[in-house]
T-cell receptor, first 111, second 113 residues
């Protein structure tokens, strides 16, 4: 069983819809990252968080450490948001350089 | 800063050939990571350097893979000899320190035929 589980694996939405991508993990962590990867493209870091909530433009990331769960929300979605969104957790203490990645969520936003 | 720079962007090579992937991290970052991305396994850490010293190479699949970081501004990942199962996208990333936000390069898409 993967230590980092994302849901859904695939998501199709209409432009303007509110989108939620979920990430659950089974290990203790020091931080959680949300990454974005466009088809054939590089990987961009969206958020790094260890508690609470962060917001950047139309993107919001939340984390519940007790429940080992994080969500990425996109408000007023747009076709340019179409990408793979990857959740990654950072192990604590001596291994805090290590990221364990989820398999990603493929988001397609249709106009 | 131009970000993390990787070269080449695409590499097609024949089985048995040597392949060298290159990475220039962001200036001032002391941590450098090589990752491999495949459809089956997603992103996996191959090796981690801190201040040019390899700290964790437990993710390197086998002896055919080697990585070096001769100075703070350059790293290579070499596969010799290459095999079709090495086909993947290889990413280099750097960060200010070991547990800071990582910045990824554009990746090198390797195809071994």
């Amino acid at each position: 069983k993967n230590e980092v589980e994302q849901s859904p694996q695939n998501l199709t939405a209409q432009e303007g819809e509110f989108i939620t991508i979920n990430c659950s993990y089974s290990v203790g962590i020091s931080a959680l990252h949300w990454l974005q990867q466009h088809p054939g493209g590089g990987i961009v870091s969206l958020f790094m968080l260890s508690s609470g909530k962060k917001k950047h433009g139309r993107l919001i990331a939340t984390i519940n450490i007790q429940e080992k769960h994080s969500s990425l929300h996109i408000t007023a979605s747009h076709p340019r948001d179409s990408a793979v969104y990857i959740c990654a957790v950072r192990l604590p203490r001596g291994s805090n350089y290590k990221l364990t990645f989820g398999k990603g969520t493929l988001l397609t936003v249709n106009p | 800063d131009a970000g993390v720079i990787q070269s080449p962007r695409h590499e097609v090579t024949e089985m048995g050939q040597e392949v060298t992937l290159r990475c220039k991290p962001i200036s001032g970052h002391n941590s450098l990571f090589w990752y491999r991305q495949t459809m089956m396994r997603g992103l996996e850490l191959l090796i981690y350097f801190n201040n040019n010293v390899p700290i964790d190479d437990s993710g390197m699949p086998e002896d055919r893979f080697s990585a070096k970081m001769p100075n703070a501004s350059f790293s290579t990942l070499k596969i010799q000899p290459s095999e079709p199962r090495d086909s993947a996208v290889y990413f280099c990333a750097s960060s200010l320190h070991r547990d800071a936000e990582a910045f990824f390069g554009q990746g090198t898409r390797l195809t071994v035929v």
